[in-house]
């Protein structure tokens, strides 16, 4: 059974914020999300396609949390049955060129959906330095980051429900549609 947001997590007490609804928002309007389980790492298992996260408690703000959350689930549109991106699809991908540029897409697009929600002020200076390494580790290479951007971007959309036609306007995706 696929869990939900709201049941993986714990409400962190000290804290009026919890949950922020824009960026509960966008989990809860994912068309075909993944599974959400508890754990104590924050990461995405393709062949469980399942993000696990920590609990909020574990958090410095619920900005930080969101953006993590942002950065697993941009990595699950990745999946065979999303987007198919080469980085989460091939099993063999970690260690690799894909696997740089996957987590360049993942928090490109975690940043892209921070930006949506209204956050992107508490998680920049994290974000910028997450992408600044792996920039390293591509080696600064110019057509990774527009390709990983390009990528990252198709993921918010996916995440967001929204869809891009040849004409280039948006179509809002309904999950009757998916």
Request: net charge negative.
């Amino acid at each position: 059974m696929r869990g939900t947001i709201s049941a993986m997590v714990s409400a962190r007490p000290s804290c009026d914020s919890w949950p922020l609804e824009a960026c509960e928002e966008v989990i809860a309007g994912m068309v075909s999300p993944p599974a959400f389980k508890e754990g104590t790492g924050a990461y995405y298992r393709p062949s469980e396609d399942t993000v696990y996260m920590p609990a909020k408690g574990h958090f410095d703000s619920a900005e930080e949390y969101y953006c993590v959350l942002f950065h697993e689930v941009t990595h699950a549109t990745g999946h065979e049955k999303r987007l198919g991106r080469p980085g989460i699809v091939d099993p063999s991908f970690a260690r690799s060129h894909s696997y740089s540029k996957e987590e360049l897409v993942a928090e490109m697009g975690a940043s892209f959906l921070c930006g949506v929600t209204g956050i992107e002020n508490v998680t920049l200076d994290n974000s910028a330095a997450y992408i600044a390494n792996w920039l390293k580790v591509l080696s600064n290479d110019p057509k990774c980051v527009v390709q990983a951007g390009a990528q990252a971007q198709r993921a918010a959309d996916l995440i967001l429900g929204r869809s891009f036609e040849a004409s280039g306007v948006a179509k809002e995706e309904t999950a009757a549609e998916a």
